[in-house]
């Protein structure tokens, strides 16, 4: 046998492991209505920010996490302004407008925090694929932005964002303005990730738990490089970027919102395991 024809058998067993792969992969749930729907994101999201709160993503009241509702998709769910990630309940959640109107469904601390409106609300309308967006002023994500730079192809788990990141570099201040709302979404078009030069990251995707785990991937991407360059920097070496073709071919491997969804599963699967708490359970 030809060294040629075994590297075509290899290839082909190895698009064949894939794809069992893909046909064993779990699927998102279904819901016999609307209403179990949102019940259902609503203690998804309340997860979610416990998820960020165990991580220390908190930066006292800055930072949001919203779901598009889907009884009312021109309206989000979002926390409510002064409450600490770690005790979000979703009974706490507040429903939002696209006008910053806190709708009846609420929960009873009714105070909106203006600039997750000015983001997300923009963000929403903007792009109806996005389910989830999430950001915060973790600590790694704050730091990289202040370089105003975009990732570098450093390591396998960065491709994730091959091509699939921008860089927003009009900082003017805490955002409590509609236009730089606006501003933010333009610059992230149809990408899932934004770094906020000189303020955080954002991620928004189709699933709370593909943006739960790209959001946790682009802060330890932003954490690596900050390391990567000082270590470089500090031995006189550059550090060895992964060729384009090389990280689209990952990004396809580990990039794809499917993907995310499936790699945000163990952060919720932690989570219930130690808190004893399953959707299923508090029906």
Request: with cysteine; proline share 4%; hydrophobic share 40%.
């Amino acid at each position: 046998m030809s060294a040629t024809t075994s590297t075509s058998d290899n290839a082909r067993h190895a698009l064949e492991m894939e794809s069992e792969l893909m046909r064993r992969f779990p699927v998102p749930p279904t819901f016999e209505s609307k209403l179990e729907e949102r019940d259902y994101l609503k203690f998804r999201l309340a997860q979610a920010f416990r998820i960020f709160g165990n991580l220390g993503y908190n930066e006292g009241v800055a930072g949001h996490i919203t779901v598009r509702d889907p009884i009312k998709p021109d309206c989000f769910w979002v926390n409510p302004f002064g409450l600490h990630f770690s005790l979000i309940q979703p009974s706490d959640l507040l429903l939002v407008d696209h006008q910053g109107k806190i709708l009846d469904e609420s929960g009873p601390r009714r105070i909106l925090n203006v600039a997750a409106y000015m983001i997300h609300s923009t963000l929403h309308a903007a792009r109806p694929d996005v389910l989830c967006a999430a950001h915060t002023h973790s600590i790694h994500g704050k730091a990289f932005s202040t370089l105003g730079i975009p990732l570098d192809m450093l390591t396998q788990d960065t491709c994730a964002f091959h091509d699939d990141h921008v860089v927003y570099t009009q900082f003017k201040g805490v955002v409590l303005d509609l236009e730089e709302g606006k501003a933010i979404a333009a610059a992230l078009g149809s990408k899932k990730a934004a770094i906020l030069q000189n303020h955080g990251i954002l991620v928004a995707t189709d699933s709370i738990e593909a943006t739960v785990f790209f959001f946790i991937a682009l802060e330890k991407a932003c954490q690596v490089q900050l390391l990567a360059d000082a270590a470089a920097g500090g031995t006189g070496r550059a550090t060895v970027k992964i060729a384009p073709d090389d990280a689209l071919n990952t990004y396809k491997k580990n990039g794809t919102l499917r993907v995310g969804w499936f790699q945000g599963l163990p952060e919720f699967q932690l989570l219930e395991a130690r808190e004893g708490k399953t959707f299923n359970s508090t029906k």
